[in-house]
C-alpha cells in the first residue's frame, strides 16, 4: 500500500504543474523562500506580489511555532530521534525566513535576522532546566527570550518605519509566554489547555505576519504594486490557510496520539478539530448558506475514517483498514462534487487530485511515524502543511471570482451591494483582522481567533 500510495503521490505532483492553483513564494519545502515579483497582469488574487508576501509569511511562522512547541514537547518527553527530527525541520524553517527576509533588506539585514532568531534555543535551554527542576537556570533563559525579543523588535523597527518597536515586543512576548505555557501545560499533563494555547500562538504567527507583510509593502510599494496585501480576497485566503493548516496539525496529531494508546493527548486534539471543524462550517455557511454550511459539516466529518484507519492498522485489522480508506476515497469524491457544484470556478478534477494528496500525505506520515521514522515522517507532514496552503489559495481565489465585488484586490468602482448573498441573504465571510488595523492602533489584537465570521 505505501508503494502505491508514492506512486500516486508522484503522478498526483505531476498533474498539479499543470493546474493553475496559486501558491505562496514564500514555500516551506523544496523550493527556496526568496520573494519573487510577478510582472504579468492581469493575476489572481494570491499570485499577487502582496499576496505572495502575506501568506508566506503566515505559513512560514504558522510551521515555526507548530514545530517549536512540537520540540520541546519530544525533547522533554526523552524522544531524541523525533525532537532531531523536528529541529531539522526547524533549521528548514528557519533558512526559508532568512532567504525571505534577504530578498528584501539585504545579505547582513538576513545574516542579522538568522542570528537573532537563533535564539530560540533557548527555548530548549529552557526545556532542560524545566526537566532538571533547576528553577534558577529557568528564570535565566526566559530572561534571555526576553533580552532576545527587546533585540529583535528593535532590529526590524529600525530596518522599517512603518514597525512599531512597542508592537512587535508584545507580540514577540505573546509568542514566549504562549510557547513556555502551553510546554508547562503538557508537563503537567493538562493536555486540553496545552493545545489550546499552541493553537493561539499558531494563530498569533498569522497576526504577525500580516503585520510585517503590511509594513514591508508600504515601504516598497514599487515591488509589491498597488494590490494591498489586507485586500478583502487576501484576507479571505489568509484565513482559510490558516484554518486548513491547523487542520492538518490537529489531525496527524490526533493519530498520532491514538496509534500511541494515549487516549487523553488523542481527546485533547480532538478538541481542537472540533472547534476547527466549526469555524470551517460557518465560514462555508456565510458564503454559500445554512444549508450548504451542514453539507459541508456532514461531509468534513467524514475524516473520521482516518481515525478508524489508524485503529484497524494498530490492531492487525487489515481488512477494516482497507475500508477505511475506501471510505476516505468515496468521502474525497462527494467533497469535490459538492465544492464543484457550489462554485464555476472550481475544477471537480482538480479538488479530487489536492484531497487525494491530503489522504495520502497524512496517511503515509502517520505510518511513518507508527514505525519510528521520524524523519520521513516530519517531512511528510511538512508536505502536506504545505498543501493546505495551495488549498486554501485554489478556494481563496475561486470565491473571489465568484463573488468579486466582495472578495477583491482592487475596490470597484461601482457601488457596492450589501453584504449579503444575493443567492442565500446570509452573510458573506467578513474580512479577518488585519496588518493594516495593527499598524493603525499600534496594538497587537493577538489572542482573537482570526475568523470571525457574523450569523
Not at 502582496?50 to 504558522?62: E, I, K, V
Amino acid at each position: 500500500m505505501m508503494k502505491n500510495i508514492k506512486d500516486n503521490q508522484r503522478v498526483r505532483r505531476q498533474v498539479r504543474r499543470g493546474i493553475a492553483l496559486a501558491g505562496s513564494a514564500l514555500v516551506i519545502g523544496a523550493l527556496p523562500a526568496t520573494i519573487t515579483f510577478a510582472q504579468s497582469s492581469p493575476l489572481a488574487p494570491t499570485a499577487t506580489p502582496s499576496a505572495q508576501l502575506r501568506l508566506g509569511l503566515d505559513q512560514l511562522l504558522g510551521e515555526h511555532a507548530t514545530i517549536l512547541e512540537l520540540g520541546m514537547q519530544a525533547l522533554a518527553s526523552g524522544n531524541q530521534a523525533r525532537y532531531q527530527a523536528l529541529m531539522t525541520i526547524m533549521d528548514q524553517n528557519t533558512a526559508q525566513l532568512t532567504q525571505a527576509i534577504t530578498s528584501i533588506y539585504g545579505a547582513a539585514a538576513g545574516q542579522k535576522f538568522e542570528s537573532l532568531w537563533n535564539e530560540h534555543k533557548y527555548f530548549f535551554d529552557y526545556v532542560k532546566a524545566y526537566e532538571a527542576h533547576n528553577t534558577a537556570e529557568e528564570t535565566a533563559d526566559v530572561q534571555t527570550l526576553t533580552n532576545y525579543k527587546n533585540q529583535f523588535s528593535a532590529f526590524f523597527a529600525s530596518a522599517n518605519p512603518h514597525f512599531s518597536e512597542s508592537t512587535l515586543s508584545t507580540v514577540l512576548q505573546d509568542h514566549i509566554n504562549q510557547i513556555i505555557q502551553s510546554f508547562q501545560e503538557y508537563e503537567q499533563k493538562q493536555y486540553v489547555a496545552s493545545d489550546a494555547e499552541l493553537v493561539q500562538d499558531y494563530n498569533l504567527m498569522f497576526t504577525a505576519g500580516d503585520y510585517l507583510a503590511t509594513g514591508i509593502a508600504e515601504q516598497f510599494p514599487s515591488k509589491f504594486g498597488s494590490v494591498s496585501p489586507n485586500a478583502p480576497a487576501i484576507s479571505l485566503a489568509a484565513s482559510l490557510d490558516q484554518l486548513l493548516g491547523e487542520h492538518v496539525i490537529a489531525l496527524e496529531e490526533r493519530m498520532q496520539q491514538l496509534g500511541e494508546g494515549h487516549s487523553n493527548r488523542a481527546a485533547a486534539w480532538a478538541d481542537v478539530m472540533n472547534q476547527n471543524t466549526t469555524d470551517l462550517t460557518q465560514a462555508v455557511a456565510s458564503v454559500y448558506g445554512a444549508s450548504a454550511g451542514q453539507q459541508f459539516e456532514n461531509l468534513w466529518n467524514e475524516h473520521m475514517y482516518f481515525f478508524t484507519y489508524v485503529t484497524d492498522t494498530v490492531s492487525g485489522n487489515t481488512t477494516g483498514a482497507q475500508s477505511a480508506q475506501a471510505s476516505l476515497t468515496h468521502y474525497k469524491n462527494l467533497f469535490s462534487q459538492f465544492m464543484a457544484s457550489a462554485n464555476p470556478h472550481f475544477s471537480e478534477a482538480t479538488l479530487s487530485t489536492v484531497l487525494q494528496d491530503h489522504i495520502n500525505q497524512v496517511t503515509t506520515a502517520w505510518q511513518e511515524f507508527h514505525q519510528g521514522n521520524y524523519a520521513a515522517s516530519d517531512s511528510e507532514l511538512g508536505q502536506a502543511y504545505n498543501l493546505m496552503f495551495t488549498a486554501g489559495n485554489y478556494l481563496a481565489d475561486g470565491i473571489a471570482a465568484q463573488f468579486p465585488t466582495k472578495f477583491y484586490t482592487t475596490p470597484p468602482t461601482t457601488t457596492m451591494p450589501s453584504a449579503t448573498t444575493p443567492v442565500t441573504g446570509l452573510p458573506l465571510l467578513p474580512v479577518i483582522a488585519t496588518g493594516a488595523v495593527l499598524i493603525g492602533a499600534g496594538a497587537f489584537w493577538a489572542r482573537k481567533r482570526r475568523l470571525h465570521v457574523k450569523g
